[in-house]
């Protein structure tokens, strides 16, 4: 028997626990999962063009992204040398790497939070009971 596309497997019903984490530096946003891609994929590729295309964004958001990382983290977190004959290239620096660690971090941990607070809500929505207020 077919499914319809708006009915859903029966372990993805009831309630579900979602978040989403990035690094904000005063207020504005300084890394989240697009520009870590960005980072990621200059640091396999070498070059901000190859990585924009990779990530599906424009050169220009790339860089727009990677301006946006540096003024704010008030240092270069990529070192590019501009294009030509030689053709140009791109390195995170060693803050860059940094940063790029520390996004990771925050994923995973982020990760495992919801996986545990997921159990939690789901356990009770099984139950039918409603979450008792804390009392810290």
Known sequence: MARTPT???REDRGPRVRVRAWIEWDGETFIGPGRARLLEAIDRLGSITR???EVG???RTAWAWIDRMNRLASGRLVAASPGGRGGGGAVLTPAGRAVLQVHRRLVQEAAA???RMDREVR???ARGEAPQESSS
């Open 51 to 53: 990585a924009a295309l």
């Open 113 to 115: 939070f919801t996986e």
């Open 57 to 59: 964004v424009s050169y």
């Open 123 to 125: 356990a009770i929505g």
């Open 7 to 9: 009915e859903r497997p």
